[in-house]
């Protein structure tokens, strides 16, 4: 879940919560002004009853029925219930509705003066009526149609309020949301266009003052300190490479004008040799090095067409020049474009690499190449036999100087494959180790066609 999404999820499920919340407190104060505004109804219809029986002497029970039963605020299923201070039932209105009452209902209500309380569907309201010649006792019962069809109205109002304001708000928080982080996309979006090989491009920085475009200042600040501590890097390492190269160059042409001179010494030759081969090395490592460091500034290499096939066959030959013993099984499977783009004479020093590696650690001296076509694609696989490469080694297999566990005794620089890397990655081509099925060492080269 990416940061628009973390961030639209939780401020849409605060707000859930706060509606949520906020439909269940107005769905309960309204469902106790409901119970309250019924019991003082309840309330009002015992106290007129008990002072229609006190004050009006002309009234009797059966006209009292009668005024109920007419009464313009009617409840319904209304039952009402007088006593007097004896607990002895005075009046009953005319209502089948039964009341459930005890003389400890009404000692309780003498004690508390008032009670509400539910009965089934009912709900009942006790009302002591002090005089100051009697003592009366009132049960009313009734059930609350119209209160409870608005509660019940209210209720789905607010469901349906619920269901619709939360949709809305997912649906227009994301929306805020994506529109709030559109420059932190843009921002994102120019970051991976900036690559090693160009760390001149600038973050575009609108001026709005906003944290986006601080880090966007600073952003730019830090890629301007890379690149001049990138820079001075390839500077000190072009230079240095340069600098070995001359008194390299007149060694090994000393050295060798020495051991024509000097075929007849045997022991001095030897000797000689030997110093001319440690040479040899130093100069492999120096021109490994001012070619690692071209690659590295990035700068652009013109391409060309180039068929892959001389490619393979120039670098094989190259290779068996210093390793007169080395042998390649070369197969092609159903294609149709030999042709890549590319710079032939990089990727005939990739390939040189690549097969002096499949020489020295191959038990056969055999390397084994495969060109085959896959929906526009153009695989190479270079394979050889001998001691696999471990998986901690694979992870780092391409970083400069590496040397595996397979290499022990083996020479090499360390720096032929991370070589081969980037001028793969030049080229616009992959490359990635594997093991195939013969348990064999392969590299995989994929050109896109």
Known sequence: MNLKSKIAFRISLLFTLIFAFSAALIYSLYADFRKDEFENRLNEKAISTI??????????????????????????????????????????SLDDTPINWSKEDLKQLKKEKTFFRMENDNEVHGFFYDTKD????????????????????????????????????WILTYSFVKKMLAPLDAFHQQIKNISESDLTTKIAVKRTKDEIDLLAVEFNHMLERINEAYRKQQEFTANASHELRTPIARIIAKLENRIIEARKKQIEVDFDQQLLSEVNYLSELTNSLILLSKLDTGKSIPQEICRIDEVLFDAAEAVNKNYHDFKMDFSMNAIEHIEVPGFKSLLTIAFVNLFKNAYLYSTTKIAHVQIEEKAHQLIITVSNDGTLITPA????????????????????????????KRIFNQQNATIAYAVNKQQENTFVITFLI
């Open 393 to 420: 080694d694979q992870k780092k297999l391409f970083d400069p100087f590496m040397r595996g566990e397979n290499a022990k005794n083996k020479s090499g620089l360390g720096l032929g494959l991370r070589i081969v």
């Open 134 to 169: 009697h003592d009366f006792y009132a049960l009313v019962s009734a059930h609350d149609t119209y209160g409870r069809r608005k509660l019940t109205y209210l209720l789905y109002i607010l469901i349906i309020s619920y269901i619709v304001f939360t949709g809305l708000s």
């Open 51 to 92: 002072k229609l029986l006190v004050d009006v002497k002309e009234i009797d029970t059966q006209l009292l029925k009668l005024i109920d039963k007419n009464s313009i605020h009617k409840l319904y299923n209304e039952k009402t219930l007088i006593f007097d201070a004896n607990y002895n039932l005075i009046y009953s």
